[in-house]
């Protein structure tokens, strides 16, 4: 059997993780699928979906169309060796992805998140980067790819919708949808990760994530410095018009650190803390020892006519209903966000009167300008923490 070009790996668990988490990732994987097999590249592309530590497999959960259950093939880690590797954490995704790297077969691997959906122009503009048109001006093995995702709301998200309504919806929304927390260029290699995307001997040559980072946040940035010396970083963003949906699952008007003071969060990675070591997991990375290999995912007898009914079944009356309810419920976030700013903005006012809250209001004003409104929680609470960070630094 010939190798793919790309081996796309996601990491999971059968549990409700911050809500419907097995729906959303049946929908990335059915709609992802779709877009593969339209553009006939359903023998270029495979997807790994590793399976970490489900006390119930995650398989039996889903419910896959016959074009997605064709690509996928699992890796099932058994919940004692997920809870070994783990440790005090909750789910290592750098055990997982690695595991899933590391028993790849494609030339380049890209990681994307359980609940993302590639979209038709990421596909055709990888491929004929591949395929040698629009160059890059260096060897595209040598390119360390990252791209944004766009945000599909909260408000429809939530509502599981069938996935022809979220198939229908990137179409006539996904170019108008807002990135998530956009960077100025210089920064852009810390983005929200819609797809990290490398070709495998870099992958193999670092031993990929660093496996001591088994908390939150900071892998890719640490991957990317590992490998800058000798690969270029490249916002494939860009190239792509961030053709990465992701299915939000956290409501807007909720204090966007949440997640951040529940759980641990990995080492800060960028270029003023670089990582100490190029290569910090010794040759047996991705659960090399363990006896674990992947397999094709087993499609269920009734499973494909009723995934292939979600995706294509078209009723009018139905759609218009669920999106006026989900634009009327959109527009209330909207105009509850509204009043809590202008709340902000008269205490602000009253509070800069005096010279050093005029200039923190100035602060926060130029931190916030660029990013989407329900983002701006989360700006705030970075720039509170870089803050206090260098004020720890310049007293110790």
Known sequence: ?????????????????????VWRLQTGLNLTARTIHQLGLEHQVEIILSDW????????????SSEAARLVRVLEVPPAT?????QDAPFSEVHALNAAARRARGEYIGRIDQDTI???????????????GNSLGFPLDRALMLSNRRGIPFRLASACPPTWVIDRFIRWFGRRLPQAMPLPEADYYKS?????????????????YDESFRYINWMEVDMILRLEPECRFVNLGRIIDHAVYHLDHMHPLVYWGAKGRVRKENPVRDR????????????????ARDPLSTRAYRLKPAEAERAAEQITRARWGAFVG?????????????????????????????LALAPSWRARMRGHREALRGHPMSRWPAVLRSRRIARRDATRRSTS
């Open 82 to 86: 997920a809870r070994t590797y783990q």
């Open 1 to 21: 059997m010939t190798a793919p070009v790309l081996s796309l790996i996601v990491c999971s668990r059968n549990d409700d993780y911050l809500g419907k988490a």
């Open 272 to 287: 003023d803390h670089l990582p100490p070591h190029k290569r910090p997991n010794g040759s047996d990375w991705g659960l």
């Open 322 to 350: 669920r999106t006026t309810w989900f634009g009327i419920r959109w527009l209330s976030d909207r105009i509850a966000m509204g009043l809590l700013i202008a709340l902000g903005w008269g205490l602000g006012r009253v």
């Open 118 to 132: 590639l979209g038709r122009t990421f596909f055709d503009r990888f491929f004929r980067l591949y395929d040698g």
């Open 192 to 208: 929200y990760v819609g797809i990290w995307l490398i070709h495998r001997d870099r992958w193999f040559e670092i031993g990929g």
């Open 53 to 64: 530590g489900s006390e119930t497999p995650l398989e039996n959960a889903l419910c896959l």
